[in-house]
């Protein structure tokens, strides 16, 4: 029985909610607090009528206000944080946990508003402080990061002595549509995918350019769909965390007419994050873009099709060859019809909510920074495997990659 307090209202704060709120027996109540107040209400008034919860509190907070932020902890005296709003307010919120002794997860690395950089050194340099104050930070306890990270922790226990090469596979094969829209925070989303693409071989990173490096690859239920080479996040601590790596490498699908309108909006300045003046006024064109395209929390009323997100490994067992495909596959649909939310948001919050129930019925435990394959992965797939994301593996098979 524990309160936890959520940062952020968006979709998949959504799927956070009522997902805890399907385990009242752990999350004995909950406080909402988003910069806009109304949209937590709004997800506390849905969560009242389809599922009778109403141990859900609302506040408006400004993520980035430290002092805030510490008051709001103090005044409702949670277990632990769960920050799903921005990865731009990860380090402020981890302020405010350190502040008043708090655990803290999120589903997304810190990067700076200026700079679209992602990587870890902000966050890891918190180890320190988190461990003196006896508390724990989860980092990426999202799918991916997140479910790729914990599928690679499961591989690497249960199935080889030794992972050799990686490649994270991430298809939406749904359609919701728009003639374009994105699955999550479309500033965040559009800063991600527009960098140069980055790979692990042989101890060293590898650049490409953006979208450089194509592979049609074939997902269960989906079909064939063209993948891209992307950098994401989750490379970076899986790296270090499994040194018997010789190369991983995370891929994504896009359509041609996605890849069409992103390759407009970057001619055309829209996708860009410095400042420019407009009407004596100082604007961020991603940011106005945002506000010009569907809200992704609004997509899945018509959303069809289903994810397929997991994990195909090559490595040593017994000293033979062997690989292993491990993926779940989500239905846009099914997300919606108990959710009100699409896949994405769901795939993004269903784990970010058993990452919590992990921490607080004690199946994690640790005083420090982690990345979320550094603990025991059984736990929290068998758990994962029960709230909507079956999982399924195969073995000796061809990984295309
Ligand atoms: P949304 O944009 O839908 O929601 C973000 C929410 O954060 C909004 O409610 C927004 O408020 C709120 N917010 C923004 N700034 C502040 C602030 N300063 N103080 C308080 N609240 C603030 O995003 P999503 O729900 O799609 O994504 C949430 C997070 O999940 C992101 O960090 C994203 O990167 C991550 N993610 C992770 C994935 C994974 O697999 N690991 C996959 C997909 C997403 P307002 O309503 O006022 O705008």
């Keep these: 029985m524990s309160k936890v307090l959520i940062i952020g209202a968006g979709g998949v704060s959504r ?12 999350f004995s109540e909950l406080l909402l607090a988003s910069r806009t107040q109304s949209k937590c209400d709004e997800i506390a008034k849905d969560i009242a009528t389809d599922l009778g919860y109403t141990a859900i509190k609302t506040a408006a907070i400004d993520a980035e206000d430290v002092p805030a932020l510490i008051a709001l902890i103090e005044s409702f005296k949670p277990a632990l944080v769960l920050h799903v709003a921005l990865p731009y307010q990860d380090l402020t919120i981890m302020d405010a946990c350190l502040a008043t002794g708090v655990h803290y997860l999120d589903t997304a690395n810190y990067e700076p508003k200026e700079e679209a950089k ?8 918190y180890q320190d402080r988190f461990k003196e104050k006896g508390i724990m ?8 990061p997140g479910v790729t990270s914990i599928f690679t922790a499961y591989a690497a226990k249960h199935h080889f002595d030794e992972i050799h090469y990686l490649d994270i596979v991430d298809c939406n ?10 699955n999550f925070n479309p500033e965040i989303n559009i800063r991600e995918i527009t960098q140069k693409g980055r790979y ?8 490409t350019e953006p979208f450089e490096i194509k592979k049609v690859l074939n997902y269960p239920n989906v079909g ?14 899986l790296c270090k965390n499994f040194p018997t790596l010789k190369r991983a490498r995370f891929w994504m699908t896009f359509g041609q007419e996605y890849l069409t309108h992103l390759r407009v909006i970057q001619n055309i300045g829209m996708a860009g994050i410095e400042p420019v003046m407009y009407e004596g006024r100082a604007i ?6 945002k506000a010009v395209l569907p809200d992704p929390g609004e997509l899945g009323e018509n959303y069809v099709g ?3 997100i997991g994990c195909r490994i090559r490595g040593i067992k017994d000293g033979k060859e062997r690989t292993y495909y491990i993926w779940n596959n989500c239905s846009h649909a099914q997300a919606f019809k108990e959710t009100r939310a699409q896949g994405v948001s769901y795939t993004t919050g269903v784990p970010a909510m058993i990452g919590a129930m992990m921490v607080l019925r004690g199946d994690w435990q640790g005083k420090g920074v982690y990345n979320v394959e550094e603990f025991n992965p059984d736990p929290f797939l068998e758990v994962l495997a029960k709230n909507g994301l079956p999982w399924h593996e195969a073995f000796d098979v061809d990984l295309e990659l």
């Design 15 to 26: 799927v956070v909610c009522y997902k805890c709120a399907a385990h009242p027996e752990i």
């Design 118 to 125: 992602f990587e870890y050194s902000w966050q890891w340099a």
């Design 137 to 144: 930070a989860v980092l990426g306890c999202g799918f991916d």
């Design 173 to 182: 094969g749904g359609d919701h549509g728009k003639a374009f829209a994105t």
């Design 200 to 207: 692990y071989e042989n101890g060293a990173w590898i650049e």
């Design 224 to 237: 064939a769909r063209d993948s891209y080479l992307l950098y994401h996040e989750e490379l970076e601590s």
């Design 284 to 289: 961020i064109p991603l940011q106005f873009l």
């Design 306 to 308: 289903e994810t397929s």
